[in-house]
């Protein structure tokens, strides 16, 4: 059962790209990319003391790409960003161990208010917030686990956890996305009210 909400939600943002989106070269390979992660999720690469999940590794890999296709001083702005904020989720992921109450409603909630949050106040844009969610929520889970691999002689890139956050931020993002897009798009069909008013 593990890996049901990272599965559903990536065969519901392929639909989407493949069926909704407007026909570019980012539609033709974000859906090759979904289709990757689909079907890598089960496959792991394991060594005495490290397991990697391949698909983590193309998360990885995307996140970067992304902030390669931000240009000029966003490049260097979303890369601090994002550095930053993966302290913060390493620092989230300790306190799991130290305090359990912070997460009083749960895993999934807690980390994705708190970082939606300081995404809408840090970041303007849909390439800059995927990139910072990417690469900050894959970066701190390696910071994570490295200090924590005293603990558990294992360092395991790719937990259902981490896989299962970062694409429900993903397609929080989106989501968000499509219905500014639409908005936008809604507002320019309707013609503005002629109001008269009293001089």
């Given at each position: 059962?593990?890996?049901i909400?990272?599965?559903?939600?990536?065969w519901?943002?392929?639909?989407f790209?493949?069926?909704?989106a407007?026909k570019?070269k980012?539609r033709?390979?974000?859906?090759i990319?979904?289709l990757w992660l689909?079907?890598t999720?089960p496959?792991?690469?394991?060594?005495?003391t490290?397991?990697?999940?391949?698909?983590?590794?193309i998360?990885c890999l995307?996140?970067?790409m992304?902030?390669?296709?931000c240009k000029?001083?966003k490049?260097?702005r979303?890369f601090i960003?994002?550095a930053?904020?993966s302290?913060?989720?390493a620092?989230?992921?300790?306190?799991?161990?130290?305090e359990?109450?912070l997460?009083?409603?749960g895993?999934y909630?807690?980390?994705?208010?708190s970082?939606?949050?300081l995404?809408f106040i840090?970041s303007?844009?849909?390439?800059?917030?995927?990139?910072i969610?990417i690469?900050?929520?894959?970066?701190?889970e390696?910071?994570?686990?490295?200090?924590l691999y005293?603990?558990t002689?294992?360092?395991?890139?790719?937990?259902?956890f981490?896989?299962?956050?970062?694409?429900l931020?993903?397609s929080?993002?989106y989501?968000w996305n499509?219905?500014?897009?639409l908005l936008?798009?809604?507002?320019r069909l309707?013609?503005?009210r002629?109001?008269?008013?009293?001089?």
């Amino acid at each position: 059962m593990s890996g049901i909400i990272y599965l559903t939600l990536l065969w519901y943002l392929w639909l989407f790209q493949t069926f909704l989106a407007s026909k570019d070269k980012f539609r033709l390979l974000t859906t090759i990319f979904i289709l990757w992660l689909i079907i890598t999720f089960p496959l792991e690469w394991s060594t005495e003391t490290v397991i990697i999940r391949p698909s983590f590794l193309i998360l990885c890999l995307a996140g970067f790409m992304l902030l390669a296709t931000c240009k000029g001083r966003k490049k260097w702005r979303t890369f601090i960003i994002a550095a930053a904020f993966s302290f913060l989720f390493a620092s989230m992921r300790m306190a799991e161990w130290y305090e359990p109450i912070l997460f009083l409603f749960g895993h999934y909630f807690t980390y994705a208010f708190s970082f939606s949050f300081l995404l809408f106040i840090f970041s303007k844009h849909f390439i800059e917030r995927l990139s910072i969610v990417i690469i900050a929520s894959s970066a701190g889970e390696i910071l994570y686990q490295v200090h924590l691999y005293p603990l558990t002689s294992t360092v395991y890139l790719g937990q259902d956890f981490i896989l299962q956050y970062i694409i429900l931020m993903i397609s929080f993002i989106y989501g968000w996305n499509m219905l500014c897009v639409l908005l936008l798009h809604l507002q320019r069909l309707i013609p503005p009210r002629n109001i008269n008013l009293p001089q």
